[in-house]
């Protein structure tokens, strides 16, 4: 007996494993040299303590906690990051197992985790990169657009390209410009969609709607139009963004109903829970369901430019802000009968006053 | 009324001419001094270098300034405007191609007066420097310096 219980210390003290005995109030009682090794720590700053409250984060800390106490539903494996997240990139995977009988003691086991360590640096990176894609694109592909405009404009004036061909060259070069200026702005707003923090508010989606279908009826005040909103929709998330989401959403099937006599649009929603489901439909020209799945991708369109469409990138930016609210959205249509847009949001109740 | 120069911080010459068109069509005849980097902007305010003979009380009516300049960018000479107590008090303006709300934030905390973006389309920039010329020089009240 005695000589088996000397074998199995050796195999804690040797094993390659990082591993550690807790008690069930959460005390750590033993380490062997490859945690302290994987931790960086000494075992005299590990034993004796709640080492976990210090090392991992708190969703981690907590379930290692739990686990000590009820130790039958101690065997389970998680990823761990260290605690004070800041600047470490360090991540572990860990494994509880129960050591004996029920209210015993449990196995620690930790391992490295180079692959979450790898993802997090490439996500980090990626977020850097487009930071400074994004300061690029604001500053320094505008400005070359502004001398294209500017400089086609002051030709124009001052009647050096003559003739009516000129012009209308001059005309095409302009406008050229002023598409590509929408287009950078639409590829920030998509860049900014992505990372930029979002406020988290009851927002009146009902409101929002009503608003938007005024804004369009002004910039477009000969069309007739139904726009019909139900009342009391109300959404958590952040007002800006929930609008610029409608905004693209309404404006496609206001510019998508022009082969009818009426725009007629309807927006309609259901609270399931904490979900808010909104159905905005519209019976203009609607897509072909074969091509669904690309509806939400930049710069693909389902139809010209002499139907309407923009630069394919308005519902990408719509589905961007949903996903970002922890919603989704999706779209079904019947070519000629109109398209129905579905999205779903987190729901709030009214705002408080 | 006040007949001060308006000073324009623009390193892109194509920027610079067309910005002094646009002051020409918007019927503003005030003189636009052009330099093109944030150095040459501080000594051509404290009248140093280059611009060693310029009286020094004699500032700007306003100063228009780019944000990506060579050597201090805009940023900089932002904050060396504020800090000097010559300048304290001088309208600055932001004119810019970004609106990233990174750069606007930044510009308000070290002190702008107003930022404006410049419009792609040279009649709606045209109509942004009218409108800046009537706010600025004639409607602005300005603060006396010191």
Redesign the interface.
């Known amino acids: 007996m005695e000589v088996e219980a000397r074998l199995y210390r050796d195999a804690f003290a040797h094993a390659d494993a990082g591993m550690a005995v807790l008690s069930p109030q959460g005390d750590w009682l033993a380490v062997n040299p490859s945690l302290c090794r994987r931790l960086q720590r000494p075992a005299e700053t590990l034993v004796g303590t709640r080492a976990h409250e210090a090392l991992f984060d708190a969703a981690s800390a907590q379930r290692i906690a739990s686990a000590a106490v009820a130790t039958r539903e101690a065997r389970q494996a998680f990823e761990a990051t260290a605690a004070d997240d800041g600047d470490s990139d360090r991540a572990w995977k860990i494994t509880l197992a129960p050591l004996g009988e029920e209210g015993g003691a449990i196995l620690l086991q930790l391992e490295d985790n180079g692959e979450a360590r790898r993802r997090r640096r490439s996500e980090d990176a990626t977020a850097r990169l487009q930071d400074h894609l994004a300061y690029g694109i604001s500053h320094d592909l505008r400005a070359p657009l502004r001398s294209i405009a500017g400089f086609a404009t002051k030709l124009d004036e001052s009647g050096a390209v003559g003739g009516e061909e000129g012009r209308s060259d001059l005309g095409r070069i302009r406008a050229a410009a002023a598409r590509a200026e929408r287009l950078i702005d639409e590829l920030l707003e998509l860049l900014r969609a992505a990372r930029q923090p979002f406020r988290e508010e009851a927002v009146d989606i009902s409101l929002l709607c009503d608003w938007i279908a005024a804004e369009l009826q002004d910039a477009d005040p000969a069309r007739a139009a139904v726009v019909e909103v139900a009342p009391d929709l109300y959404a958590m998330g952040d007002e800006h963004w929930l609008k610029s989401l409608l905004h693209k959403v309404l404006d496609n099937a206001w510019k998508f109903s022009a082969q009818r006599e009426r725009v007629e649009i309807t927006v309609a929603g259901e609270t399931a829970g904490d979900r808010l489901r909104l159905s905005i439909r519209d019976r203009g020209r609607g897509f072909d369901m074969r091509y669904a799945d690309k509806l939400f991708l930049p710069f693909q369109r389902l139809h010209g430019a002499e139907q309407g469409s923009g630069n394919g990138l308005g519902l990408a930016i719509a589905q961007q802000i949903a996903i970002r609210h922890g919603g989704a959205m999706h779209a079904h249509s019947q070519p000629g009968e109109g398209s129905t847009f579905f999205v779903e949001l987190p729901a709030a109740a009214a705002r408080t006053p | 009324m006040n007949q001060s120069d308006i000073l324009l911080i623009e390193d892109?010459p194509?920027?610079a001419e067309?910005t002094r068109?646009a002051f020409t069509e918007a019927g503003i005849d005030r003189q636009l001094v052009v330099v093109s980097d944030g150095a040459a902007a501080l000594d051509y305010l404290f009248a140093r270098g280059e611009y060693a003979d310029r009286d020094v009380k004699q500032l700007p009516a306003i100063v228009l300034l780019d944000?990506?300049l060579p050597k201090l960018d805009g940023r900089e000479v932002l904050q060396a405007i504020r800090g000097d107590a010559r300048t304290r008090a001088l309208p600055v303006v932001v004119l810019?191609?970004?609106?990233?709300?990174?750069?606007v934030e930044a510009t308000y905390a070290l002190g702008v007066n107003s930022y404006i973006r410049?419009?792609?389309?040279?009649?709606q920039?045209v109509g942004v420097v009218k409108q800046i010329g009537l706010y600025w020089l004639v409607l602005n009240q300005p603060r006396v310096a010191g």
């Open positions: 892109n194509d920027d067309l068109i944000l990506n810019t191609t970004s609106d990233e709300p990174f750069d410049k419009p792609v389309e040279f009649e920039f």
